[in-house]
């Protein structure tokens, strides 16, 4: 077998023990998704709100939209990676998953993307019952957006899996690395446009939170969606996010390896 063809064969395996995971730990999964129905419940605040007039650019279905948007790229784009190399670091279960043939970061990779069929399956009624409770929701006209969007929502999983490596690695050196990404997530929340669209925040802080990867990770993909930036918009908020992405991901890489001699220097 060639050398590309084993490790498709190799990621594919990945994969399937991903997707057995997931099926084992559904319960798990569903209740990690009721966790994370904040905006959703931003949705009822807003709407409230706009009752009486548009805030901004949006009115009760404009809201509508947008938060059941986020509630659904929020499952799409999410990864646990910070959490399990944590662990795996910490307990020294790392060291086996170094003696594979793949890289324990291609393991992580595979193994959250398996479980995202899943997970999408397990949202989509909330979301479908909230569609009902609001009377539906409006999507970009332009089948050009969606292809973006859909390359956004892509992206946005990729810089959050990155972003985790990155805190992750910082358990080769601190006892509870995972403990930091509490931080990060607290940042997301507030400037990503999770529970307060982006560009209803007061002008200055607009603008910085619009170049942030926070913003990058969540508010643009979401905004793409529902038809809310132009062409030349949506392209310059997919550089913005390829530029996060690569940053990111050389920062990673370099801790990783930085990291995985350190370990080894203890033999772990």
């Known amino acids: 077998?060639?050398?590309?063809?084993?490790?498709?064969?190799?990621?594919?395996?990945?994969?399937?023990?991903?997707?057995?995971?997931?099926?084992?730990?559904?319960?798990?999964?569903?209740?990690?998704?009721?966790?994370?129905?904040?905006?959703?419940?931003?949705?009822v605040l807003w709407r409230?709100?706009?009752?009486?007039?548009?805030?901004?650019?949006?009115?009760?279905?404009?809201?509508?939209?947008y938060f059941i948007a986020a509630f659904m790229v929020r499952q799409l784009s999410s990864s646990w990676v910070?959490?399990?190399?944590?662990?795996?670091?910490?307990?020294?279960?790392?060291?086996?998953?170094?003696?594979?043939?793949?890289s324990p970061l291609a393991h992580?990779?595979?193994?959250?993307?398996a479980a995202l069929p899943l997970r999408t399956a397990l949202a989509l009624p909330v979301a479908v019952a909230v569609l009902a409770a609001t009377g539906g929701m409006r999507l970009a006209g332009d089948p050009l957006l969606y292809a973006l969007a859909a390359i956004a929502i892509v992206c946005a999983w990729v810089l959050n899996f990155l972003t985790q490596v990155l805190v992750g690695c910082l358990a080769f050196w601190l006892t509870k690395a995972a403990?930091?990404?509490?931080?990060?997530?607290?940042?997301?929340?507030?400037?990503?446009?999770?529970?307060?669209?982006?560009?209803?925040?007061?002008?200055?802080?607009?603008?910085?939170?619009?170049?942030?990867?926070?913003?990058?990770a969540l508010g643009f993909p979401v905004e793409l969606l529902i038809g809310q930036l132009d062409a030349s918009e949506a392209a310059a908020g997919l550089g913005l996010q390829l530029a996060w992405i690569a940053a990111t991901g050389l920062a990673a890489a370099w801790l990783w390896r930085r990291g995985l001699r350190v370990y080894g220097a203890f033999g772990a």
């Open 1 to 43: 077998m060639s050398t590309g063809r084993s490790r498709v064969a190799k990621l594919a395996a990945l994969g399937r023990l991903g997707m057995a995971e997931a099926s084992a730990y559904r319960a798990s999964l569903m209740i990690w998704i009721l966790a994370t129905t904040l905006p959703l419940i931003s949705l």
């Open 48 to 65: 409230v709100l706009a009752e009486d007039g548009a805030i901004g650019a949006y009115d009760q279905r404009g809201f509508d939209s």
């Open 82 to 102: 910070v959490w399990e190399l944590d662990r795996h670091v910490r307990t020294g279960e790392l060291s086996p998953m170094l003696m594979r043939p793949v």
């Open 108 to 113: 992580y990779a595979m193994t959250n993307l």
């Open 179 to 216: 403990v930091l990404y509490d931080l990060w997530l607290g940042a997301y929340i507030v400037l990503a446009g999770y529970l307060v669209p982006t560009s209803l925040f007061p002008g200055a802080l607009e603008r910085v939170a619009r170049v942030l990867p926070f913003h990058a």
